[in-house]
C-alpha cells in the first residue's frame, strides 16, 4: 500500500513563504512524475506544479517566479517552496505522484491548507 503524507501549511501573510512537503510510503518500485495541485473555496481544482523523474518542471502561470518544485528522490519526497505568497495562493494543496508500486497509478495526499491573510 503506497501512502503520500503532506506538511508545512499553514497561515501566513501575505508576502511570507512557506515550505510544503510530501512524502511517499509505502512499497514503491519507481516514482515518475510528481505534483502539486490546489482548489480554492468555490473555484475548480487546478494545477500548480509538476516535476519528473529527470528534473523538468512545468508551473501554472499564476505561480512562475515565486513557487518552486522539487524532489529528494532518496526519500521519496516532493517539496513546494512558496515565496512571495498572494491572498490568492489561499488554497487547499494537494500532492501526488505516477507510482509504480505492484502496480502503476497515481496516488494522492490528504491535502493542506495554506491561507494567506493579514
Known amino acids: 500500500q503506497v501512502q503520500l503524507v503532506e506538511s508545512g501549511g499553514g497561515l501566513v501573510q501575505p508576502g511570507g513563504s512557506l515550505r510544503l512537503s510530501c512524502a511517499a510510503s509505502?512499497?514503491?518500485?519507481?516514482?515518475?512524475?510528481m505534483g502539486w495541485d490546489r482548489q480554492a473555496p468555490g473555484k475548480q481544482r487546478e494545477l500548480v506544479a509538476t516535476?519528473?523523474?529527470?528534473?523538468?518542471?512545468n508551473y501554472a502561470d499564476s505561480v512562475k517566479g515565486r513557487l518552486t518544485i522539487s524532489r529528494e528522490n532518496a526519500k521519496n519526497t516532493v517539496y513546494l517552496q512558496m515565496n512571495s505568497l498572494k491572498p490568492e495562493d489561499t488554497a487547499v494543496y494537494y500532492c501526488?505522484?505516477?507510482?509504480?508500486?505492484?502496480?502503476?497509478?497515481?496516488?494522492w495526499g490528504q491535502g493542506t491548507q495554506v491561507t494567506v491573510s493579514s
Open positions: 501526488y505522484a505516477d507510482i509504480r508500486s505492484f502496480r502503476r497509478s497515481d496516488y
Open positions: 509505502g512499497t514503491i518500485f519507481s516514482i515518475y512524475t
Open positions: 516535476i519528473t523523474g529527470g528534473g523538468s518542471t
